[in-house]
C-alpha cells in the first residue's frame, strides 16, 4: 500500500498521522518450522501462554474498521495454528475487511483451504524457503516441508485464489534465483515476492550466516529483470517483485510509510505496536486488552513517539529529505547504536554508517558460525536470559 493511502483524511484528525488503513493480526507465535530468519522476537517464548481469545480478536478487529482499517492480515508464527482461524476469518469478512492469510502452507489442507473461502477469505500467501528441496527443508527444520509448500500452492490455486509465493532470498539460496522463479512459473503464480533477507528478529543473529555479498544481490536482481522482460514479452501474467536488503542501500526505506500512520500490528498477547517489530524498542506500547485501539491509536505516547520531527536529531533534523524517509527504521538505529533517535544506518549521511559498510564487507567472507534457528528452546534462552 503506497504513501498515497493517506490522502483525503477527515480535516477533523491531528495532522501528525492518519488512520491505520492496514491492520495485522499476529495471532500466535507458534510455528511449526524453525526459519533461522524469522521476524519473531527472539524471547517469543515468553508470551505463547497469553494469547488473546477468539472474542478478544473480533472486538480488536470491530475497533479497528471502526478506526478506518480496511485490509487485514492474519499472520504469526503460523496462523494455522489457530483453531478458531475460520470464526475469525469469518468475522473479519462481514465487518467488510480484505482479507489476507500469511502461511508457510504447514498444516494447511484441502478442507481448510475450502473452509476459508467459504468464510470469505480473499487472499493467501504461500511462504518457500528455496526452489531446493533440501535447502528448503534444512532451513525450515522439517523434512516434508517443501512437498506441503507445493502442495498447497497448487491446491490455493485450483481453489480460485490469486497464486502469492513469498521467498526470502540470502546466501542459501540467492544463487538458485533463476531456479526459484522458474518454480513460480510452474507453479503458475500471479505475484511472487523475491524478499532479500532483511536483519531483524532471529535475523539479525545470523546476519554474518545470511547476508548475501554485493555480486550476489546484483546477479540476483539482474536476472530477475531479464525475467520480467521474457515473461512480459510472451504475455505472462506473473509479477516478480523484487526487493533490495536496506543494507545495500545508501537511503533509508520510509519505514511503514512512516511511524504510526498507516500501519498497526496487535501481538499474540494484545500488545500493539506501529510495526511487526517495534516490541524490540525501549518504549511502552499499550496493550489492547488495557486500552482500545482508538487511543492506542491517537493518544499513546508509544504510537506519538516518533510522529512528527520533534525527535529527530541531525542529520535528520536538517535533511531535506526527512519528509520522505522520516529518519529511515528505528529499530534498525536501536539494534546498531543502540539509540532509537538515531538516524538509520543505512542512511549514508548517518555517524553510523559505517557498521553498514563493516556488514557489507563481512559478507565478502564465508561464514564462520552455525545457523540460529528459530524455536522454543532456542527462544527460552533469549526469554530467560
Not at 515468553?46 to 494469547?51: C, I, Q
Not at 480478536?57 to 475460520?86: H, N, T
Not at 535447502?135 to 490455486?157: C, D, H, I, P, Y
Not at 494484545?270 to 482508538?294: D, T, W
Request: with cysteine.
Amino acid at each position: 500500500m503506497s504513501g498515497g493511502a493517506c490522502q483525503g483524511l477527515p480535516a477533523s484528525l491531528p495532522k501528525t498521522h492518519g488512520q491505520p488503513l492496514w491492520l495485522l493480526a499476529e495471532l500466535t507465535y507458534k510455528c511449526p518450522l524453525q526459519c533461522p530468519y524469522c521476524s519473531n522476537p527472539k524471547d517469543f517464548a515468553g508470551f505463547n501462554d497469553n494469547e488473546l481469545s477468539t472474542d478478544e480478536w473480533v472486538r480488536v478487529f470491530e475497533e479497528g474498521r471502526k478506526l478506518g482499517a480496511v485490509q487485514l492480515g492474519f499472520s504469526g508464527g503460523e496462523p494455522l495454528v489457530r483453531q478458531d482461524l475460520d470464526i475469525l476469518i469469518r468475522e473479519a469478512r462481514q465487518m467488510g475487511y480484505y482479507t489476507n492469510l500469511i502461511t508457510s502452507g504447514v498444516g494447511l489442507n484441502e478442507r481448510k483451504v475450502e473452509s476459508f473461502r467459504d468464510a470469505g477469505l480473499d487472499h493467501i500467501q504461500v511462504s518457500f524457503q528455496a526452489s531446493d528441496e533440501t535447502v528448503n527443508n534444512m532451513l525450515a527444520g522439517s523434512a516434508k516441508a517443501f512437498q506441503q509448500k507445493l502442495k498447497m500452492a497448487r491446491e490455493v490455486k485450483a481453489q480460485g485464489y490469486p497464486m502469492v509465493l513469498n521467498f526470502v532470498t540470502h546466501r542459501h539460496n540467492i544463487d538458485q534465483i533463476d531456479r526459484i522463479i522458474e518454480l513460480c512459473i510452474e507453479l503458475e503464480a500471479d505475484y511472487v515476492e523475491l524478499a532479500t533477507c532483511q536483519y531483524y528478529g532471529w535475523a539479525f543473529e545470523n546476519r554474518q550466516q545470511l547476508m548475501p555479498t554485493r555480486a550476489q544481490l546484483e546477479r540476483a536482481e539482474r536476472i530477475t529483470n531479464e525475467y520480467r522482460v521474457k515473461l512480459a514479452a510472451q504475455g505472462h501474467p506473473i509479477k516478480l517483485i523484487f526487493v533490495t536488503p536496506d543494507y545495500y542501500e545508501e537511503r533509508p526505506k520510509a519505514c511503514m510509510n512512516g511511524w504510526g500512520q498507516v500501519f498497526l500490528t496487535v501481538t499474540p498477547d494484545g500488545q500493539a505496536l506501529p510495526c511487526h517489530s517495534a516490541r524490540m524498542l525501549p518504549i511502552e506500547f499499550p496493550n489492547v486488552r488495557n486500552m482500545s485501539l482508538q487511543k492506542i491509536w491517537d493518544e499513546s505516547p508509544g504510537f506519538n513517539h516518533f510522529r512528527g520531527d520533534d525527535w529527530m536529531q541531525e542529520p535528520c533534523r536538517s535533511c531535506d529529505e526527512k519528509d520522505k524517509d522520516f529518519g529511515g527504521c528505528h529499530c534498525q538505529a536501536y539494534m546498531l547504536t543502540g539509540d532509537a533517535t538515531n538516524a538509520d544506518p543505512v542512511c549514508s549521511k548517518s555517524e553510523h554508517h559505517d557498521l553498514i559498510l563493516e556488514a557489507r564487507a563481512e559478507a565478502e567472507l564465508p561464514a564462520t558460525e552455525p545457523l540460529l534457528f528459530r524455536n522454543e528452546r532456542n527462544s527460552r534462552v533469549f526469554y530467560k536470559g
